[in-house]
């Protein structure tokens, strides 16, 4: 929704307003956001295809879920109401990593959590077009060589990742 309120933090990642979701992206403000991770037993990631009604990055593939930390949430509600949202799921997170705000990262800091689930899926349509399954290698090469239909922001938190999980 692109009115609904969020915070916008400092550079410590303190609150120091809510603003609409719009006006900070439009703005450049700084906030919250998580992405979590989805793998099934085989070690394959789950990405999503963003759906083309979406405002940012429409038709891109991008982590399992994400989205933005809503106004009285911290990071750790945010994720595993996200899983419910966008897949459908509830599954045990672990908490990976933050990244810090800047703007590669659309001025979101991003807390990136994991977790393991082989489906079934019931994906929120008006935010996913589609789920794929890829083995690690594959996610490697088409981050390694900047495949355009990933986001940026992907790309940033799966090099992240692999730096710290090999």
Not at 66 to 79: F, L, P, S
Not at 114 to 127: I, K, M
Request: glycine letters at 6%.
């Amino acid at each position: 929704m692109p009115n609904e309120p969020l915070a916008v933090v400092d550079e410590l990642d303190r609150i120091i307003a809510y603003r609409p979701r719009r006006e900070i992206h439009a703005l450049s403000l700084r906030h919250r956001a998580v992405h979590i991770l989805v793998f099934n037993r085989d070690g394959q990631l789950l990405l999503q295809k963003r759906s083309r009604n979406k405002d940012l990055n429409q038709g891109l593939w991008d982590s399992s879920a994400a989205g933005h930390v809503d106004q009285g949430e911290d990071y750790a509600d945010c994720a595993p109401r996200e899983l419910r949202e966008e897949l459908g799921i509830d599954a045990a997170l672990t908490d990976l990593f933050k990244l810090e705000a800047c703007p590669e990262l659309g001025m979101e800091f991003i807390r990136v959590y994991q977790c393991r689930h082989d489906g079934p899926f019931s994906f929120a349509a008006e935010e996913i077009d589609e789920l794929q399954w890829l083995r690690l290698d594959e996610v490697d090469n088409r981050v390694n060589g900047d495949d355009a239909a990933l986001t940026e922001t992907f790309k940033i938190i799966w090099r992240h990742y692999r730096t710290l999980h090999g």
